[in-house]
């Protein structure tokens, strides 16, 4: 399933390394450094499954072992990653595990696309969703406990609850985004996913934000991790696609069928785009979020900014669990103004960053969120996003400082603006 030496040890080398040596193909005279892009649909074989585990592209394709290996061992897993079409696919394919009559506890502020793909699902597929905040621990553990509880009474055969079948640990997960978009709550990860564990409640953790750079949530216990590679692991806003990563053998099956017959494939092209992209992913990530720790400081001392969410701000909610369980504290930051209007206004006026939904790619990106009809309600209306790419930091400063200025009034310096742009 990779595409490491055998002749080759088994490295320990540090993620930075990981990511520039992973998935390299075997040493030989005149070999290419890079994997090949592999274009070909189907693969020569008389029997069943040929020997070289290919057959036909929709299961599986030398395309994608390369970077299935690599984003495997990033996230400290014993088996290669699976690569879908989109975060949203891996997403849907690991919301699919939860069953008829189970319970998907989420954070309220997980991002919107998960909370939507999560409510249709639980629609469809009969499985109920508890909203929780999930920076509160206690309160996520009570959640817990009550999926526990209802499905022990459904066990006792309560006709009150509508669990008919298999109920208890596997018919629950806990989804855990963090931190979490567009609001940078932190989760108590090491906390949760033990109290989870405990319950036998099966733990899935979005690591799109954090990367497995920042964070390796196999290591903690949980069992699944998905990514949207569309974001830092490809990192420059030019493919979609998503992957699951887990070390449990049958999981990963289940989900290589729902991968497999529905079809939420990725293109050869996309996935060798990612694997190019993932190899600069630690000195990338490393400016970003500098960038990022910067900006977060001066927008906090800047009239017009209402309040900064950044778990890298010592004043910030999530910055002493951040600090404990994050090598970093990631590059997306998010403020707000008074008003819808002043923050579309912010968006419009920007000339360096661009005001775009997505995040992760080199170049910063500014959005207000609740201009999604389908973002929560308790985000605020007047809160921008920002993805802080890898350029000079002063003159994205002097960018949002001007377009906050422009759209407030207020200067940076504290004084009212003379005139409105
Ligand atoms: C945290 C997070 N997870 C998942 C996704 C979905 O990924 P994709 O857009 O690649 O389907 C996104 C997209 O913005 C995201 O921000």
Redesign the pocket.
Known sequence: MTTRDPARPTPTFAPETVLVEAARPPRANGASVNPPIELSSTFIGTTEVNDSGYAYGRFATPAWTPFEAALGELEHAALPALVFG????A?AAVLALVPRGGTLVMPTH??Q??LQSAQELAARAGFSVVSVDIADTDAVIAALDGIVTDDAAAAAGDSSGDVTEDPGAASAMLWI?SPT?PMLEVADMPALIAAARARGVRVAV?N??ATPLLQTPLDLGADLV??????YLAGHSDV???AVITNDPTLRELLLTERSMRGAIAGPFEVWLALRGMRTLSVRLERAQANAQILAERLSDRAGVVEVRYPGLPADPGHARASKQMAGFGAIVAFTVDTAEQATAIAEAVRLWTPA???GGVESLIERRRRHASEPSSVPEGLLRLSVGIEHVDDLWADLDAAITAATGETGDGEPAATLA
């Open positions: 989109s975060g949203l696919a997403i997980s991002y696309g998960s985004e978009n979005d799109t934000f998905v990514h949207s590679v569309t974001k979609v696609l998503g939904t997505s995040l």
